[in-house]
């Protein structure tokens, strides 16, 4: 380990010192002598005297963020657990500085016939496939967390605190399920049980979401009195967008066609933070009115099209937690605004998974993750993705553990109101008994801002 600067542009740019290195692990776990991949690994030292000996191992989501970028903003925000704790973090094997892949993006098979597009998305796997030297079954959440046992054991430390978001509480469920016996408390922040199929309920998930927010700002007086038709505004929306429109820059004079799947790509990105969430009544209105530019300007869906990490696709296309079956994606998503998207979203993942290798998973991928170890689980109650009603199982399965919902907030909020404080709090109990939750039924303030103009 030596010296660095740990930086990060994204979701904040940010810039805290530590100590960085690399620690070597097998790509194969089953053949240690053969190729090796280095984990880009650093460690933020504590600031206290004599601090506790149990680190704060913190886990990105995504898949595919890399920890050492993303989180460079923590130790700051955590500000009473990095005075007591190191803080670690990796760039999960495939991200950032640990061995990051990408394939081409897959060409489109639109008019050509199951032969010729078989033949042609064949071609496209082997052919990328070939000049990459990886092998990409084996870059998956159970490996991964192999890795993270690595780590710990390398860096000296024997019990270790995780903290994940989203896709990161998938990877330190995997962690607790492997290697619980190294584990002393977790913190899953906006994250599902592993055996949920969460792609699978995203629609109907995203759709509650909404609805909840429509509420919220009935509720709100002068987004009430801004909008007061929003709910007919949206479903007349809705109905509108269900046949293609054609906009036109007035700028610049260049055509684009918009749909329902274009808008739901739009507003389930937007349910994901609340500064965005609270956008969205006005963008709404915006298009009820057809003024399409102003609202694109509000709110717009995330980048489209590109080539993804590697070891997102393999992991979306080979574990339990991630299945993503159409007929599925139908039953469940029924009356969502969000269907079509996440329709198309699932049968070009299908097309894909067909020509990639299948990735290396236990034979207990699907089970909950049964421990007594104490977890926090942390979710703001308009989260799209993994909402409360994704953690009705956890007390029987984690009889230890204890849910915290935070009120007007949408997709990860340990970052917000008092959560810092309240996961510094659990982290010295090393317990959720006598938790005091009550601070974040208050939110944080500010809370969620409905904007009117």
């Excluded at 995780?162 to 990161?168: A, D, K, M, Q, R």
Aim: proline share 8%; charged share 20%.
């Amino acid at each position: 380990m030596a010296t660095c600067t740990i930086k990060g542009d994204y979701p904040v740019q940010a810039e805290t010192p530590g100590l960085c290195g690399t620690l070597e692990v097998p790509e194969d776990r089953a053949n240690p002598d053969g190729r090796q991949i280095g984990l880009r690994v650093a460690v933020v030292p504590a600031t206290a005297a004599e601090p506790e000996a149990d680190p704060l191992f913190v886990l990105a989501g995504g898949p595919g963020d890399a920890g050492t970028q993303f989180f460079a903003w923590l130790p700051a925000v955590f500000e009473e657990v990095h005075a007591r704790r190191d803080i670690v973090l990796i760039d999960q094997r495939g991200t950032g500085d640990s061995q990051a892949f990408t394939l081409p993006q897959m060409p489109g098979t639109s008019g050509l016939s199951d032969t010729d597009s078989d033949a042609l998305l064949s071609a496209w796997a082997t052919e990328s496939l070939a000049v990459i030297d990886v092998d990409p079954r084996f870059y998956t959440t159970s490996v991964a967390a192999d890795d993270i046992d690595d780590v710990r054991v390398a860096l000296g430390y024997e019990a270790i605190n995780l903290y994940g978001t989203s896709y990161g509480g998938t990877l330190a469920q995997y962690y607790m399920r492997q290697h619980g016996d190294n584990v002393r408390v977790a913190v899953l922040d906006g994250a599902t049980p592993v055996d949920i199929p969460v792609l699978e309920r995203m629609a109907a998930n995203s759709q509650a979401a909404l609805d909840l927010l429509i509420q919220r700002c009935a509720a709100d007086a002068s987004c009430n009195e801004a909008f007061p038709q929003l709910a007919n505004e949206w479903a007349a929306v809705v109905e509108r967008l269900a046949t293609p429109v054609t906009i036109v820059d007035p700028d610049s004079g260049a055509e684009a066609v918009i749909d329902l799947t274009d808008l739901a790509d739009a507003v389930h990105a937007a349910l994901l933070t609340e500064s965005t969430a609270g956008q969205i009544p006005l963008a709404i209105h915006l298009t009820y009115q057809e003024k399409w530019i102003e609202a694109a300007q509000i709110i717009s869906g995330p980048p489209s099209g590109g080539p993804t990490l590697l070891m997102a696709d393999e992991i979306f296309c080979s574990e339990a937690w991630a299945v993503f079956d159409p007929s599925e994606v139908v039953r469940q998503g029924a009356g969502s605004y969000a269907l079509t998207k996440q329709l198309a979203d699932a049968e070009e993942r299908a097309a894909m998974c067909r020509y990639l290798p299948e990735g290396m998973v236990p034979s207990d991928d699907a089970s909950p993750v049964v421990t007594e170890r104490p977890v926090l689980w942390i979710v703001g109650d308009g989260d799209p993705q993994d909402p409360p009603a994704n953690l009705t199982d956890v007390p029987a399965q984690q009889p230890n553990s204890r849910i915290v919902v935070m009120p007007a907030q949408q997709h990860v909020v340990g970052h917000l109101g008092c959560m810092p404080s309240l996961i510094a709090e659990f982290l010295e109990a090393g317990s959720t008994d006598g938790l005091n939750t009550s601070c974040a039924a208050e939110g944080p303030i500010p809370s969620l801002t409905f904007r009117v103009d």
